[in-house]
């Protein structure tokens, strides 16, 4: 892989080809993770896109407000699957500027976080439904650090391994948070192997990883 180090004032996005599978290896918890998302979710610099989260870390209103504290308007397009617990209302959070969301237009949920069937099935409707507009399509995956919890590794890498498929045929910009604290080095080595890109801080700096 050829590699590129940044600073933090430097946009990570402007070295992930659109169409790329991200993995971000970074703590769960820490600002800049925070920042690296959602400069990975604004290829574009404005709301015309499809952002599409998975994310079993946070509800769906966190993902709403982290969206618009970098940014005044919510995406032209939302979807959030929100896996393993109760969905809560979205609307609250988007603000007048966007109008009235109601929360079944925004949110797919998911209670079972193991049902990886599922949740393939939820994730190609939804680039299907977004196939015949033109907006560039990104998606944040929230976390393989937590999916770990409920499937083994053998059925992760098959379940990435055609979901990658699905975000490359859908020419999806899509990033994958893994927290390389919470694993072992054989976890975060064979997941590794799926992504065209691998982002991870590395003395303070983002070091970004290409095929």
């Not at 893994?178 to 192997?193: F, G, H, I, M």
């Not at 801080?201 to 970004?208: I, M, T, Y």
């Amino acid at each position: 892989m050829r590699s590129k180090g940044h600073d933090e004032s430097e946009s990570l996005r402007a070295d992930v080809e659109q169409g790329a599978c991200v993995l971000l290896l970074t703590p769960s918890i820490h600002e800049a993770t925070d920042d690296a998302c959602h400069d990975l979710l604004t290829p574009t610099g404005d709301t015309d896109e499809n952002v599409l989260w998975v994310t079993y870390t946070r509800s769906a209103d966190a993902c709403i407000r982290d969206w618009l504290s970098h940014t005044d308007e919510r995406p032209r397009n939302a979807r959030i699957v929100s896996v393993g617990e109760t969905t809560r209302s979205a609307s609250a959070a988007v603000g007048d500027s966007a109008g009235p969301a109601p929360t079944s237009d925004i949110v797919e949920p998911l209670s079972n976080p193991g049902d990886l069937t599922g949740l393939g099935i939820k994730l190609s409707e939804i680039l299907k439904e977004w196939g015949d507009n033109d907006n560039e399509t990104v998606a944040c995956f929230d976390s393989l650090t937590a999916l770990l919890q409920y499937a083994d590794l053998q059925t992760i890498y098959k379940f990435l391994h055609v979901l990658t498929g699905r975000f490359d045929t859908a020419d999806a910009t899509a990033h994958f948070h893994l927290d390389p604290e919470a694993c072992d080095q054989q976890t975060v080595s064979t997941l590794t192997s799926l992504f065209d890109t691998v982002v991870e801080r590395e003395e303070g700096e983002w070091v970004v990883r290409s095929r």
